[in-house]
């Protein structure tokens, strides 16, 4: 799942953590994760990337919007 939205702390940690625990790996863009304050978007990065619980932290992935490719997958 690629998570995209307008609130860090409620997109980045809530829907990721609820994602991750339903056994979905989670791509964290930061770009795509913005929120009222840079400390609230730094956290949720961190917290989702490493310092989180390890059952969240193990599927998800952080990235840039711009090192997302999509494949053809029928080949």
């Known amino acids: 799942m690629i998570l995209c939205g307008t609130s860090a702390q ?3 940690i ?3 953590s609820g994602a991750v625990q339903r056994g979905y790996a989670v ?3 930061i770009d795509c994760l913005p929120s009222e304050s840079a400390f609230r978007e730094a ?3 961190w917290h989702m990337g490493g310092g ?3 059952v969240t932290t ?3 992935t952080l ?3 711009d090192m997302i490719a999509f494949e053809n997958a029928s080949r």
Request: aromatic share 10%; charged share 10%.
């Open 10 to 12: 409620g997109v980045g």
């Open 14 to 16: 809530g829907t990721g």
């Open 27 to 29: 791509i964290y863009p």
């Open 43 to 45: 956290y949720a990065a």
């Open 52 to 54: 989180g619980p390890p």
């Open 58 to 60: 193990r599927m998800v």
């Open 63 to 65: 990235t840039r919007s």
